[in-house]
């Protein structure tokens, strides 16, 4: 099991953790009750997949590279880990509080939006992943309501669980993500 605490703290989940934990305590704290808006838990994963990411890369690329270990079970399980534990704080928050979001969009977005950081490792690099992931969170919170497919697809994440288009790019999203991240890792 010392594997497992090394690789945790090589790659900043304790403080990945704590910010989680933080940024939701935050976002409920602000939370009017009774509001059906989607936007703030929306928020609260975006927050928290973009701590998640800081950890999507180890503090040495040579050691990570040279490794007796297989990396892809490791890679794939570290980024369906991270959308879990993003989720899993969320869905705590909301069991304590009045709020209530949907189980498949939390879900749903967990999904997507770590898939897109775990593709912005790839892209980008470990201590730029979150910047996918943000982009595409602003990009759709800041567009008109959707209206065709094209823009369903762009505002995925605030379209509601039921929608195909919302859960097809979501899906797509964190395969492709998790999957290029699996094979290729972090970029250098």
């Not at 099991?1 to 940024?23: D, F, G, K």
């Not at 991270?82 to 509080?97: E, F, K, R, Y």
């Not at 990009?139 to 697809?153: D, G, K």
């Not at 964190?174 to 970029?187: D, M, R």
């Amino acid at each position: 099991m010392r594997w497992l605490t090394l690789y945790a703290r090589s790659r900043q989940v304790p403080a990945s953790l704590a910010a989680v934990v933080i940024v939701t305590a935050l976002g409920w704290a602000f939370a009017r009750e009774g509001s059906d808006n989607l936007r703030l838990p929306l928020l609260i994963v975006g927050a928290g997949v973009m701590a998640a990411s800081t950890g999507l890369s180890g503090q040495d690329f040579a050691l990570d590279r040279t490794a007796a270990i297989r990396w892809l079970p490791r890679r794939a399980a570290h980024v369906l880990l991270a959308g879990v534990m993003v989720g899993t704080v969320l869905m705590t928050a909301q069991a304590i509080s009045a709020q209530m979001v949907p189980v498949e969009l939390v879900v749903r977005n967990c999904a997507g939006l770590m898939g897109l950081a775990a593709l912005g490792a790839v892209v980008l690099g470990g201590p730029y992943a979150w910047s996918l992931p943000f982009a595409w969170l602003a990009f759709a919170l800041f567009t008109p309501p959707a209206t065709s497919v094209s823009m369903e697809v762009a505002t995925w994440m605030l379209l509601p669980p039921d929608t195909a288009a919302g859960t097809w790019t979501a899906l797509v999203l964190s395969v492709l993500g998790t999957t290029a991240y699996a094979v290729a890792g972090p970029k250098r």
